[in-house]
């Protein structure tokens, strides 16, 4: 039987990985979703070679909609790895 | 008996790929038949009824099929559909009539500019799985205010929940139905008011009798009808026109034509550059602070929306739910990253085949949408070409083709037609409307068992009857289910709005209710009851101002509470001359029509009301956080819950009397 200082050192040091992932994905939603598009119109002058997409336009048709799926893939398998390391994910 | 009822389950459970395969199958099957019947000389309104009512059918038929009488089941789909499946239902609730119907025609119309509602569609699921959604699935809860009430001491902040929830859920309920109403009344020729009640009947046979778990498996059916008709048409259109199937990809050539074909019409005189908005130019429709503020709020307004985040209590573990948000991003993806593709195709095709043609040369394919006031040429409904010939003859000097400025189209018509402007079958067509159909049904399923669940879970079990049987339970839940689909159908036969407008501020009224209470309710653990009650009152009652003082009350807006026009996106200068619209004598007149100089026209900070939210959630932050640190911290108890939410391991934490 764990006593009760350890569970709670081991729950403060889960919640604090758990706030690192979960700001480190915030700001990457932040740059896909918002910053990359507020540069559109320079981003615009690339145009993606065969396709004939301007970048810019790209980005928010496409691009960043990408990155979000990617994204959500990684961070469900990255915090399941931080509640398996301290014994806090479900069993299989 | 109990272990004969889990081995029957997964079973069941094992069997999913393949009764999904075969009915995949079958429904490919039955577009060829169709095809077939088509080439032998069936008449187009009998296609259209069959693909109409074959889909109603199997939505039945799974409804009655799944119908329960055990109160998790009802609720929570008994809480065992796989990621992968809870992916793809969550993608028909989610993606609507207005993702469906109406997202490519506001890309048609809006440009690059549109790409704001596609953007604000999709990246708000990272925001779901990474601070809410898990967390609730933890939690146990049947629906959300079932949170907030046991997060915020009791049945206060649960009636504020409910408030929030049939807020945002009845405006985007109404849309919907509304969109079931335009797509029958064109492919059956009904009346749009009768249109609107046969799509209800469909609507509640799929969700009445088996709640959540019956809404849970048409769903999943109703995805896949939808984004075959999707991606049907611009496959088709994708390999006749650049012999790629691939029109995600291939449409960087349309787009680079339609570019070139701008400068065309503005060279041939078929447009005038006041007329012409750039389809790849930023910025034109939206200022960048509307552009963002769209972004915002209908991301923020994802991860807020009850019926949503309902379908993350269905899954059988919490790390379940995270992979099923996922999956449903990809499933949402296949739709969103291919409706560009729409609006550029359909576009060229206007461009070219509609836009300098000769008046008597118009096809007729335009005049079945024209009757319905969809399409107008030259200011009048094109119901045929006497009636364009005449309006156009009425304007002077006119040239006899159809100008850019001539010719007006509904966002709503452009996916439903586009098989028609490109000159594919009829069978396409059908396929298009029956995907629409599942669409608006589809969520409309989960809007109704969201906001029934509300009032007979919440309302009448929690708060009024707490010892009521089960059998009572469903019974009202049932009950209440017809009642609110009624009311809802009601009003959107009265048409309020057009179907985004609509769809936008529920995700604001969403978003600043819900998102600030629930976000801080699990990441804060010094949030105390009374500080998540002025929250939600404070934020949610600013949005709801703001959103019904700038549409209902303009005059009121301006003389009371310093309300100034919005600014053209391009020039910069005010879209109404205030001084002079106050002048007039219906100035401030209460619930005006579109039609009203001020109407939907004011505001602060020229800021759109859809974005409302963006008023509403900071504040509600703000009000949350200081009234919280006000208080005394929320009793040790409550933390020791908190941080059980925080771990997937254990049991949850709401416990649910079941039988």
């Known amino acids: ?92 | 008996m109990a272990t004969q009822a889990t081995t029957s389950t997964s079973d069941f459970i094992k069997n999913l790929g393949r009764m999904y395969g075969t009915y995949t199958g079958g429904f490919l099957a039955f577009i060829i038949l169709l095809a077939i019947l088509e080439q032998v000389g069936v008449p187009n309104k009998i296609l259209g009824y069959l693909f109409v009512f074959f889909t109603l059918a199997v939505y039945a038929i799974i409804g009655v099929m799944t119908r329960t009488a055990e109160v998790s089941e009802y609720y929570v789909a008994g809480r065992r559909v796989p990621a992968f499946y809870n992916g793809m239902a969550t993608g028909a609730d989610w993606m609507s009539a207005a993702s469906f119907v109406g997202m490519a025609g506001t890309l048609f119309l809006l440009g690059y500019d549109g790409l704001a509602w596609v953007l604000g569609w999709t990246g708000g699921f990272v925001l779901v799985s990474i601070l809410i959604g898990p967390y609730l699935r933890k939690f146990g809860a049947y629906t959300v205010p079932d949170f907030l009430s046991f997060r915020y001491g009791g049945n206060f902040a649960r009636f504020l929940g409910v408030i929030v929830l049939v807020a945002c859920s009845f405006t985007y309920v109404t849309a919907q139905i509304y969109g079931t109403g335009i797509i029958a009344s064109r492919f059956l020729g009904m009346q749009f008011e009768l249109a609107v009640f046969a799509g209800l009947v469909g609507i509640l046979l799929c969700a009445m009798l088996g709640g959540m778990r019956a809404v849970t498996w048409t769903q999943i059916a109703q995805y896949i009808v939808l984004i075959i008709a999707y991606l049907t048409p611009i496959v088709i259109l994708s390999t006749m026109k650049y012999g790629i199937p691939l029109p995600q990809l291939t449409y960087g050539q349309a787009i680079a034509e339609i570019a070139a074909r701008e400068q065309q019409m503005l060279a041939n005189g078929l447009s005038t550059a006041a007329a012409l908005k750039p389809h790849l130019q930023p910025f034109i429709n939206y200022s960048p602070l509307n552009f963002f503020a769209i972004i915002m709020c209908m991301m923020v307004g994802t991860a807020s929306l009850p019926h949503i985040l309902m379908r993350y209590f269905t899954t059988p573990s919490v790390r379940e739910a995270r992979q099923s948000v996922a999956w449903s991003l990809l499933f949402i993806f296949l739709l969103y990253f291919s409706a560009p593709a729409y609006a550029a195709f359909s576009k060229l095709e206007v461009y070219t085949n509609i836009i300098g043609r000769d008046l008597s040369a118009i096809r007729p394919w335009l005049f079945s949408w024209g009757e319905l006031g969809l399409i107008q040429i030259c200011g009048k409904n094109a119901s045929s070409i006497d009636a364009v010939i005449a309006a156009c003859k009425a304007i002077a000097d006119h040239p006899g083709v159809v100008r850019l400025q001539d010719f007006v189209i509904n966002t709503d018509v452009i996916v439903l037609s586009t098989p028609e402007i490109a000159g594919l079958p009829y069978v396409i067509s059908g396929l298009v409307a029956a995907g629409g159909l599942a669409a608006a049904l589809s969520t409309a399923d989960g809007l109704l068992l969201a906001i029934a669940n509300a009032l007979s879970h919440d309302i009448y079990y929690k708060m009024i009857d707490p010892n009521a049987p089960t059998i009572r339970r469903l019974t009202v839940a049932r009950a209440l289910l017809v009642v609110v689909a009624v009311v809802a159908a009601a009003t959107a036969a009265t048409k309020p709005a057009d179907i985004l407008a609509m769809v936008g501020w529920a995700f604001s009224l969403a978003m600043a209710g819900n998102f600030p209470a629930l976000v801080m309710g699990v990441w804060w653990k010094r949030t105390t009851a009374t500080g998540a009650i002025c929250g939600i009152i404070a934020g949610f009652g600013l949005c709801l101002f703001y959103l019904v003082t700038t549409r209902y009350f303009p005059g009121a807006g301006v003389k009371y509470f310093g309300m100034t026009s919005l600014l053209n996106p391009l020039t910069g200068a005010p879209v109404v001359d205030i001084a002079k619209a106050m002048a007039l004598p219906n100035a401030m007149e209460s619930f005006p029509t579109l039609a009203h100089p001020l109407a939907n026209k004011v505001g602060w900070f020229n800021l759109n009301n859809i974005a409302c939210g963006l008023l509403g959630a900071p504040l509600g932050f703000a009000v949350i956080y200081i009234v919280s640190k006000l208080g005394r911290e929320p009793s040790a108890e409550i933390q020791a819950y908190v941080d059980e939410i925080r771990k997937p391991r254990g049991r949850t934490v709401l416990e649910e009397k079941t039988t």
Request: glycine share 6%.
């Open chain 1, 1 to 92: 039987m764990p006593d009760s200082t350890s569970i709670k050192q081991k729950e403060e040091a889960h919640w604090r990985k758990t706030s690192r992932l979960m700001f480190t994905h915030l700001a990457i939603w932040f740059f896909f979703g918002f910053v990359i598009h507020m540069f559109v119109k320079p981003l615009n002058n690339i145009v993606i070679p065969v396709l004939g997409f301007p970048l810019g336009f790209y980005m928010a048709a496409q691009g960043s909609l990408i990155a979000f799926v990617v994204m959500l893939f990684l961070f469900a398998k990255q915090q399941d790895k931080i509640d398996r390391e301290f014994g806090f994910a479900e069993e299989d």
